[in-house]
Each structure stands twice: as structure tokens, then as C-alpha cells.
């Protein structure tokens, strides 16, 4: 589409005005040509006073079908909260409006399914906001995996780590995005073991560590592990990758492309010649420096051969997790 080419917004009625749902409203949409809001909906008087004040619109519903009744809107926008999502797609599928849902789609899998086969069956798109998987460093990733820059991939290692207490699951806060972005990457999983580990709660007592293994169709085996409960440093909201394919590894972390995007090769391996290729050889780590403690927040563990004279750093490079420790290349 050429720039001069008028949009038609598409008219929405949102509904859910927590923190996500205000920041959509006022900093997200705000810069979308393509939607027009021309309603808001909140069961909560509370989100719905603030929601008023902050947003400055006249009026915010208590419900998605007073809205639908009061306004004429084409399409609905969920930013409820995850539980509701099922609901009020159902709702607005049903009044024969086209959906847009924040992510996640519904936590019940068959809930899912029904949803997709009423949006087929009265004819309106059904679509999920997934905020890491248009992101330029995610389109690399995928643009380079499907090049094959480190060959076939094999296996790869997410971890995914914060020590904050966040409110709400981590299944469902965070975890969600990468699953949505190994499907970008490797396609549809065919097993799936995880198991939760007895690490600390969220701050409403919600699941806070867990790990998985993960079998794509594909023959990709995933690792994966996230924890808002966790001494270690902190990675980035991506999460850290390892992509193991057949001729190196692809490491990627954080959602700027270029720099948190490596593709490294063993020593005599030929490199990928596109974009995002980088020193194209195995780097060993530095003396000593396989094993590093790291203390709760980035500090270092006390180590005394660091103390000694002429005792090196390892061969790593600092401040990619948000200055807190460092990270080692492996190739
Ligand atoms: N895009 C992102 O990066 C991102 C990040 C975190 C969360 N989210 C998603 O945003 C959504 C909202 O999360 P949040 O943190 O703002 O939650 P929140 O708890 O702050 O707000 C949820 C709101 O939904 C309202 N609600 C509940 N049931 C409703 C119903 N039936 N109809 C209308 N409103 C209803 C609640 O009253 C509340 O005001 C979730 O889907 C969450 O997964 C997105």
C-alpha cells in the first residue's frame, strides 16, 4: 500500500482497561490508521473511573453488550483479562463482529478450537495480538533459521528469568510470547513434558518457575525454562536463545536487531554470507572462566582466583542483560 493511499479505520469497542488495556488505548492505537476506538468496556468501576480520567472520554460501559448496543462498531478488541477472553470473543463473534484479542487466545485449548470454527462459520477474522513475533530481532531470527545459517536446526535452549515477584502466572504473563515464537520458528509441537519447579510463588501465588521439553514436528527438540523467581541475572523479555543447528549455534537476546543476533560457526566451518553473520569461528572461553557464580541481582559470587594476579575475565562480553553479569559466546 503506497503511503498517500487512504486507510478506512476499521471501528472498535475495546474491552478491558487494566494496564495493558490503557496502554493499547493511549500509546499504542493512538499511531494504528487502521482502528478507530468508538468504545470502552470494563465490568470494574475503578478501571473504568481511571480509564475516563486518563483517556478522557466521555463514557466507559460496564460490559461488552451495552457497549455493542449504544455504539456501532465493526470489529472488538479483548484486553480483558486472559479468563475472559473466551467469553467475550464468543460474544462479539456472535454479535458479528470481526476479533482482536490480546494475547494469550484462551487458556482452554478446545475453547480455542470452537472459537475458530464459529469465526469461520459466521465469516469474521479472529486474530491474536502476539507482541514479540513482528519485532525486527524476532524477523531475523526467523529470516536466518530459515536460511539455515547454522545449518538444520537441531535443538534449542530458551531461559527466560527475573527475580520480581510479578504478579499472575508466568505461563500466561510471559511464556506465552516464546512459545508463540518457537511455533514462528520450528512449527507446530507434537510432545510437550514441563514440569513446575518448587521455586517461590507470584506475588498472588500464581506459578512462578517452570521448565519444559518440547518435540516439534519438525524433529527440533526445545528446552525451556522461565522463572520470575530467580536469583540468576536477568535476561532480556525475549528470554536467551541457543539454536543448535547442524554447522554452529544461533544465539539471539533482546528485541534490537543486528547485536543481540549472533550466528556463530566452529573454527573451519563455513559462515552464512547474508546478514547478521558474525565472527564465523568457535571462541573458547577464557581461563577459568567455565564456571562463574553470579549472586541474586548480577553480583558477582566471591572468587578468589579472581583476586589472584594475572587471573583473566572470561572470554565474554558485558552488559547484554541489562548490565547486570555477563554473557559467555559458546560456539
Ligand atoms: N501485549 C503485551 O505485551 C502484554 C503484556 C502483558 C499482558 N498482556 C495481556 O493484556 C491483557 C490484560 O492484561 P492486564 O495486565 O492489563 O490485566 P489487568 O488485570 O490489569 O486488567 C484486566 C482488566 O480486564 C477487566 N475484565 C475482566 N473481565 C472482563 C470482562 N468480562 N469484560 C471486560 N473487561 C473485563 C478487568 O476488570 C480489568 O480491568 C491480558 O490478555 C494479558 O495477557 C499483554
Not at 527466560?160 to 504473563?173: A, E, I, M, Q, Y
Request: hydrophobic residues 40%.
Amino acid at each position: 500500500m503506497h503511503a498517500t493511499e487512504e486507510i478506512t479505520p476499521v471501528s472498535a469497542v475495546q474491552v478491558g482497561l487494566g494496564g495493558w488495556g490503557t496502554d493499547w488505548a493511549l500509546r499504542v492505537l493512538p499511531s494504528a490508521p487502521g482502528v478507530r476506538l468508538v468504545g470502552w468496556a470494563d465490568p470494574d468501576p475503578d478501571a473504568r473511573a481511571a480509564f475516563a480520567a486518563a483517556a478522557g472520554v466521555p463514557r466507559v460501559h460496564c460490559g461488552l453488550a451495552d457497549a455493542l448496543a449504544d455504539v456501532d462498531a465493526e470489529a472488538v478488541f479483548v484486553t480483558a483479562d486472559p479468563a475472559a477472553h473466551g467469553e467475550l470473543a464468543r460474544a462479539a463473534l456472535t454479535a458479528g463482529k470481526h476479533v482482536l484479542l490480546d494475547r494469550p487466545f484462551t487458556p482452554d485449548l478446545a475453547e480455542a478450537a470452537d472459537l475458530v470454527k464459529l469465526a469461520e462459520d459466521v465469516g469474521k477474522a479472529l486474530l491474536v495480538a502476539q507482541p514479540q513475533r513482528y519485532t525486527a530481532a524476532s524477523s531475523q531470527v526467523r529470516h536466518l533459521l530459515a536460511q539455515e545459517v547454522v545449518g538444520r536446526a537441531r535443538h534449542v535452549a530458551v531461559a527466560f528469568r527475573r527475580n520480581r515477584r510479578t504478579p499472575g502466572s508466568v505461563l500466561w504473563r510471559v511464556s506465552v510470547d516464546h512459545f508463540d515464537l518457537l511455533r514462528a520458528f520450528f512449527g507446530e509441537a507434537s510432545a510437550v513434558t514441563a514440569r513446575a519447579w518448587p521455586r517461590g510463588q507470584s506475588r498472588d501465588g500464581g506459578l512462578a518457575s517452570f521448565s519444559a521439553e518440547i518435540e516439534f514436528a519438525s524433529g527440533v527438540i526445545a528446552q525451556y525454562s522461565a522463572s520470575t523467581t530467580s536469583p540468576a541475572p536477568a535476561t532480556r523479555w525475549t528470554g536467551d536463545w541457543a539454536v543448535e543447528g547442524d554447522d554452529g549455534v544461533l544465539h539471539w537476546s533482546g528485541s534490537e536487531p543486528g547485536r543481540g543476533v549472533r550466528p556463530l560457526h566452529p573454527r573451519g566451518r563455513r559462515g552464512h554470507r547474508g546478514p547478521g553473520r558474525r565472527a564465523a569461528r568457535a571462541r573458547p572461553l577464557g581461563r577459568g572462566g567455565a564456571v562463574r557464580p553470579v549472586g541474586a541481582g548480577g553480583r558477582r559470587v566471591r572468587d578468589q582466583r579472581a583476586r589472584q594476579p594475572g587471573h583473566h575475565r572470561a572470554g565474554g562480553r558485558r552488559g547484554d542483560q541489562h548490565g547486570h553479569g555477563e554473557r559467555v559466546a559458546l560456539a
